[in-house]
């Protein structure tokens, strides 16, 4: 088979079309013909040399993808050669197959496209585990998102208006009203606005990218009972906090990441999402924010669009096998 490798860290040109072994599933695993995978801020901190795949994943990018199970390996039960699903990857999504433990499939939704659906595993888990198991959403409250155009942000965004929030986010003004579209009731121009001084105290749970640069001002936001949860650090690891005001608040603040957590905890996520998220987007409620499609042979391209930050949602690579039908 064939897959993009990284050949050393470094800029967008160091991703390679390659042919590589094909993986052997092991019990309790599956080996699924990808059709499609999607780009995340991970993949590019991945070929930059600065987020090492966890033990036993796949060398090669990729932390979601939608396609085909070829063969289901021992200790497998409820999954079947030629069901078509998407998975949520621990690596390896950006090539022709992989294998996955089962307890990360999720069956493809019935009113998304096969290719489509590489862009739901990794938002749908991050924005369930966070702020819903998390954080704890309660209908009527108000939420905020920052980087609101982003792949995360563009799924939070709709998630939340499903459950009933008050939706918020940050982005640049030509997102605006693309953002409002999918649901967003205030739409915050972070380079001429500051959210904070605008909503002081009104804000119930923060999902935040940037980190350390935000952070004062995501804690000022905060109601009381107020929850933040961050999951990147776009602005920085390191930030000023205010623990007079959290205490003020009896606020919450939390750090999550997903790669990484155990298997069992995976797993349970992608149950969630399954009984929670997947009803959602088989309604109509929620849908993949597909910014561009482009075949894996172009991942440095993909790459190159996802760090100008001028995309809404999400950049989607499709496996050339299933371009041209072979």
């Given at each position: 088979m064939y897959a993009v490798t990284i050949t050393e860290p470094g800029g967008p040109e160091v991703l390679q079309w390659t042919e590589v072994p094909d993986p052997e599933p092991q019990p309790g695993e599956v080996l699924i013909n990808v059709t499609a995978t999607a780009v995340n801020r991970a993949d590019v901190m991945q070929r930059q040399g600065q987020y090492p795949p966890p033990p036993g994943a796949p060398p090669y990018p990729g932390l979601e993808c939608s396609g085909t199970i070829e063969r289901v390996a021992e200790g497998v039960e409820g999954w079947t050669p030629g069901d078509e699903v998407c998975a949520l990857l621990g690596g390896g999504g950006y090539a022709q197959k992989v294998a996955v433990a089962?307890?990360?499939?999720?069956?493809?939704?019935?009113?998304?496209?096969?290719?489509?659906?590489?862009?739901?595993?990794?938002?749908?888990?991050?924005?369930?585990?966070?702020?819903?198991?998390?954080?704890?959403?309660?209908?009527?409250?108000?939420?905020?998102?920052?980087?609101?155009?982003?792949?995360?942000?563009?799924?939070?965004?709709?998630?939340?208006?499903?459950?009933?929030?008050?939706?918020?986010?940050?982005?640049?003004?030509?997102?605006?009203?693309?953002?409002?579209?999918?649901?967003?009731?205030?739409?915050?121009?972070?380079?001429?606005?500051?959210?904070?001084?605008?909503?002081?105290?009104?804000?119930?749970?923060?999902?935040?990218?940037?980190?350390?640069?935000?952070l004062g001002k995501n804690v000022t936001v905060l109601a009381t009972y107020g929850r933040l949860v961050v999951i990147a650090t776009q602005g920085g690891r390191k930030g000023e906090l205010d623990l007079g005001a959290l205490l003020a608040k009896r606020g919450l603040v939390a750090a999550n990441t997903l790669r990484a957590r155990p298997a069992d905890e995976k797993a349970a996520i992608v149950r969630g999402v399954h009984q929670q998220v997947w009803p959602l987007i088989d309604a109509g409620r929620i849908r993949p924010i597909i910014y561009r499609k482009l075949p894996m042979t172009e991942a440095a391209e993909a790459h190159r669009l996802l760090e100008s930050s001028e995309h809404i949602g999400k950049i989607v690579l499709v496996n050339p096998d299933a371009i041209s039908g072979a």
């Open positions: 089962a307890t990360q499939l999720l069956p493809k939704p019935r009113t998304v496209s096969l290719d489509d659906a590489a862009a739901l595993p990794e938002v749908a888990c991050t924005v369930w585990s966070n702020v819903t198991d998390l954080a704890k959403l309660k209908r009527g409250e108000t939420f905020l998102v920052h980087g609101g155009g982003s792949g995360i942000g563009t799924f939070a965004i709709q998630y939340t208006k499903a459950l009933g929030a008050r939706v918020v986010t940050t982005a640049r003004r030509s997102k605006h009203d693309a953002l409002k579209e999918l649901g967003a009731d205030v739409t915050i121009d972070y380079s001429t606005q500051d959210f904070a001084e605008l909503l002081k105290g009104q804000v119930d749970v923060v999902l935040d990218i940037m980190g350390g640069s935000y």
